[in-house]
């Protein structure tokens, strides 16, 4: 029979749906740090750490709220008083950690031209126009992606290229062109050539990414902190009417 009755019994039925959401919600951040961080990977070379590590936080974050609705359903259900303050405390742990992840994503959308700005500037001299190599293949996937050339514009690669040239890359290659196809930043290929630098096109597309990491590590966050009101609720009716004393 329960001990819970009136309000604290509703409250200790919500807080197990609640654990049923946390169970998603865990699902939810797994998926979102992957995503995001599976979308980071093809771009890793331009990409600095910590790009990596909020999607990675997200995945750690999300199994421990797996791993934790355990407490808070067997808790809810036995009216366990441990079992449920500790479901509260490691709640209240993560409720913390979500908000230093959500914060950590705008903090990085803010930070991601500059950021990718220096990894643009520096790996121009590494690109190779005759062999192949890692960073060649994705400036070239980059500027065709996003339809761009250079860091802020084509001329950016006059100091790395001689007489005119551009990546081939920098370049829309004209339906049924047959033969050699040249590039060049002069007006020969104006028509053909991609104006636009890849920084703001490309960062954007990053930025855009750490904002879908921040809101769902803000948005759970705040769902979790009625979760922690509702665990404490409960706790306290449990320690009121089993009698427990040395516990807070």
Not at 66 to 82: M, P, Q, R, S
Request: hydrophobic residues 45%; contains cysteine; charged residues 10%.
């Amino acid at each position: 029979m329960s001990l819970l009755t009136g309000s604290a019994n509703a409250v200790r039925y919500t807080l197990f749906g609640f654990n049923l959401i946390f169970l998603i919600t865990g699902i939810i951040l797994i998926a979102v740090g992957a995503g995001v961080g599976s979308v980071y990977t093809g771009y890793e070379l331009f990409l600095v750490g910590k790009f990596f590590s909020i999607p990675t936080f997200l995945i750690v974050i999300g199994s421990f709220i797996i791993v934790i609705t355990f407490f808070g359903c067997w808790g809810a259900l036995k009216e366990n008083y441990c079992l449920v303050l500790s479901f509260s405390v490691m709640l209240a742990i993560i409720f913390i950690l979500e908000l230093a992840a959500g914060i950590s994503g705008y903090v990085l959308r803010n930070d991601a031209e500059n950021l990718i700005q220096t990894s643009l500037t520096n790996s121009l001299a590494q690109y190779n126009k005759s062999t192949q190599n890692p960073t060649t293949k994705l400036w070239d996937d980059v500027q065709r992606d996003f339809d761009c050339c250079g860091v802020s514009n084509y001329s950016d690669w006059s100091k790395i290229f001689d007489n005119n040239q551009l990546p081939i890359s920098c370049c829309s290659v004209p339906v049924g062109a047959v033969g050699t196809f040249s590039c060049l930043n002069t007006t020969e290929s104006v028509g053909d050539r991609h104006d636009n630098g890849c920084l703001t096109g490309f960062s954007d597309y990053i930025a855009a990414h750490a904002v879908s990491l921040g809101a769902a590590g803000v948005v759970i966050a705040v769902l979790q902190f009625f979760g922690v009101i509702f665990a404490c609720w409960v706790a306290r009716e449990i320690k009121i009417r089993n009698g427990i004393t040395g516990f807070p």
